[in-house]
């Protein structure tokens, strides 16, 4: 399953590495990788959007996403939506964050009185209190990143939860707008280890690979902690930032991407194609091809699923 690296009960990366194990061979990878790609672009005024995701390696698909150029039920102007979901230990919760979040959100008061950052940061522990109390959810004992992107007003707002990533290309340079919730970050450790929990190997209690996400609830069971406070918490870090005729594009993408490439690789790849006049859905589908591994050893990069979704702005 996925989560041959978000788990520590299947061997991390790092642990591959130094032990020189072949996860083909454990059943937990496939001994030929998964190409076909699940991919569509979309018009609209404001935006080209193109999107494309590919199970690779995995011997299941864990990745879900939302792509909503116009956010229903919302009132003008009309907001835009767009949200990647990397599951790990199952599906379920990945599937029902994006099928919910953002009907949470358009619904929560805050959203409605204009507070769009704090409606992010409530609706995301809305949505995950909502997933505890939901017995097939909770027993499936899967969780999920977040990484979203709602723009409002000419302004833009990404909220994470997560090692799934969003950047920006803007006046000729790189601006991250997320930083990934790893264990090790001081942050992270500390409110770890205040809930009772402990990092090692770089994983929280020895097997988790993120400090915050979706699901997880046996990382979340101390009923006097507030969700925050948990070991492993839903609460997202939101960002911030006025948009301008200097944002040429934005991409939304899975860790399965960054583990690879970094940020300014990334745009990089993206900005040499554009102005070769190639569509957004196109390169989504070739960035994946230049990220996927050509073997399973190690269990290195590139065995991941992968998601990504490429927003180019259009400017009157």
């Known amino acids: ?125 809305d949505l995950d209190n909502q997933m505890s109390k939901n017995k097939d959810i909770n027993e499936d004992m899967s969780g ?47 409110r770890i280890l205040e809930a009772g929990g402990w990092v090692e190997q770089e994983r929280v209690n020895g097997s988790l690979a993120l400090s915050r996400a979706f699901g997880d609830f046996q990382f979340k069971a101390d009923p006097l902690k507030p969700p925050e406070k948990q070991i492993v918490s839903p609460f997202p870090d939101v960002v911030t930032k006025h948009l301008s005729t200097d944002w040429k594009f934005l991409i939304i993408a899975c860790d399965g991407i960054w583990e690879c490439l970094t940020n300014e690789e990334v745009t990089n790849f993206i900005k040499v194609r554009l102005d070769e006049g190639m569509q957004p859905d196109t390169i989504c589908e070739q960035l994946m091809d230049k990220c996927l591994a050509p073997t399973t050893e190690n269990c290195g990069p590139g065995c991941d699923n992968m998601t990504v979704i490429i927003i180019v702005f259009k400017w009157k």
């Open 1 to 125: 399953m996925k989560n041959v690296c978000k788990r520590a009960c299947c061997v991390s990366a790092a642990s591959a590495r130094n032990t020189r194990h072949d996860l083909s061979k454990m059943g937990q990878l496939l001994t030929e990788p998964v190409r076909e790609k699940h991919t569509s672009k979309m018009d609209t005024p404001k935006y080209t959007v193109g999107l494309s995701s590919m199970q690779g390696w995995r011997v299941s698909m864990e990745d879900a996403h939302t792509v909503l150029p116009t956010l229903p039920e919302d009132e003008a102007p009309v907001a835009s939506f767009f949200g990647v979901y990397d599951g790990h230990g199952g599906t379920k919760v990945a599937d029902f964050v994006s099928k919910n979040l953002h009907r949470y959100l358009v619904k929560s008061k805050e959203y409605q009185a204009g507070k769009i950052k704090n409606a992010l940061e409530f609706s995301f522990l």
């Open 144 to 190: 999920s990143t977040a990484i979203v992107i709602v723009i409002k007003n000419n302004t833009l707002y990404c909220a994470n939860v997560g090692d799934s990533r969003a950047v920006a290309y803007v006046n000729g340079g790189t601006v991250s707008l997320s930083e990934d919730h790893k264990p090790t970050l001081p942050g992270e450790r500390s």
